[in-house]
């Protein structure tokens, strides 16, 4: 057994077995959550090379610093799926596995055997997670769909940047990494169905078989962005309102906008409640906006968007970003600077909440980790193990499916793992 066999996971999900199948990041970021709780996480990657993921951005050693965080936790089992030899072990696999997750194109399981429909009529309580660009029905279920598709086709990049210029992107991979919580709710959401209904597969058939009743999560990397769009769709139908980009600000909700400081910096400021407007502007020195009846409530405010963002801006332009942050946190205005990673990795708000965990690489260095959200009482996440090595996992899993060792040395001889 590897070290990491020997330690034992703790936390909520301790006990629940899943089965990762897919790269990159909405599938990998799902299972990442599960196995930071406590969940064995087994991640069928190809012997060649694995998850591309391990090569993309900053490399130490020739893998990818990302690769630290996101596989976390997770045991590597190397297979050629397109080896029918490897498919049966990935059912095996699959048939014990509390919860499956996957985001290839829709087809591609069911080409290797490891279809939804296929194994559940083996495992009626098979939970499978599928995430996709577009999901597994409709008419463009089989286009590759990636995350910037669907903040796209979602709705989120209309709405961002400025109104005199093409959308832009956050510069992050939202669409994946929003599709993958919600692919995680739904996995908890469908295994308390499961518990509730009979529980585990007890891996007996026909009469003797005893099961919760599982089922599929389909999680579409579009619908995930376009459930985050707050009121487009009554807007638009009840009113015809077409929401535009409106830059930093918050649009129909005033004073909520980004403004810079004499000194350079970045922040924002919300200013949009009620009795916060009325202490925002008696802090910036204008009693005459604070006491205006007319600006009293945010319907009153909206038309008179650019005279409020003017008054702030003005102030804000003889303020540094220190000055300005101590007055309206004073006045009880919620107030930030836009942070970069170095101002995170320094700030007593980050440290107090211990948001960064202090890990080695197997070479010795040392390396920061974003810690894990979010934070239970009793049952809080671990990081047990960063990313593992290629394959590091193979005979730990191939000896607990009962493989000997030389079926596995003619595994590897037959390049199946």
């Excluded at 069928?44 to 090379?49: A, K, M, N, Q, R």
Aim: include cysteine; aromatic fraction near 6%.
């Amino acid at each position: 057994m590897t070290e990491h066999a020997q330690k034992k996971l703790t936390g909520p999900l301790a006990g629940i077995k899943v089965l990762e199948l897919g790269t990159l990041i909405a599938g990998p970021f799902c299972a990442r959550m599960l196995a930071e709780f406590g969940a064995e996480v087994i991640k069928i990657e190809s012997p060649d090379g694995g998850d591309p993921i391990r090569q993309w951005r900053v490399l130490k050693d020739g893998t990818s610093l990302w690769w630290s965080v996101q596989a976390r936790n997770k045991k590597s089992l190397t297979l050629n799926l397109k080896q029918t030899q490897a498919q049966v072990i990935a059912r095996r696999l699959a048939l014990d596995a509390d919860i499956i997750i996957e985001n290839y194109r829709p087809g591609v399981l069911e080409k290797w055997q490891l279809g939804y429909d296929s194994l559940k009529e083996v495992n009626p309580a098979t939970i499978m997670v599928r995430l996709s660009g577009y999901g597994q029905t409709g008419p463009m279920k089989d286009l590759p769909g990636f995350g910037a598709i669907g903040e796209s086709m979602g709705g989120l990049r209309y709405v961002s940047g400025h109104p005199d210029r093409p959308p832009v992107r956050v510069g992050i991979s939202i669409g994946d990494s929003v599709a993958a919580l919600h692919g995680v709710i739904g996995a908890m959401m469908a295994l308390r169905h499961r518990d509730a209904t009979g529980g585990r597969w007890n891996g007996q058939q026909g009469a003797d078989c005893v099961a919760g009743q599982g089922q599929m999560v389909d999680v579409a990397l579009y619908e995930s962005v376009f459930n985050l769009m707050e009121s487009l769709v009554p807007e638009f139908d009840h009113a015809g309102i077409v929401r535009e980009r409106t830059g930093g600000a918050l649009p129909g909700i005033v004073p909520s906008n980004t403004y810079t400081t004499g000194d350079g910096e970045n922040i924002v400021i919300a200013g949009n409640g009620d009795a916060i407007f009325k202490r925002l502007m008696m802090a910036i020195g204008r009693e005459d906006m604070a006491n205006d009846s007319g600006l009293a409530r945010n319907d009153g405010r909206v038309p008179r968007t650019v005279e409020i963002d003017t008054a702030i801006s003005d102030w804000c332009q003889q303020q540094t970003i220190d000055s300005a942050l101590q007055l309206l946190q004073a006045a009880d205005v919620p107030v930030g600077k836009i942070y970069s990673v170095r101002d995170m990795m320094s700030d007593p708000q980050f440290l107090a909440r211990n948001m960064f965990e202090q890990h080695v690489f197997a070479d010795g260095t040392p390396v920061k980790l974003p810690a894990i959200s979010p934070k239970l009482s009793e049952t809080p996440g671990h990081t047990n193990w960063l990313g593992p090595k290629l394959g590091q996992h193979n005979r730990e899993v191939l000896q607990q499916l009962g493989y000997s060792e030389s079926q596995i040395a003619q595994l590897e001889h037959d390049k199946i793992v």
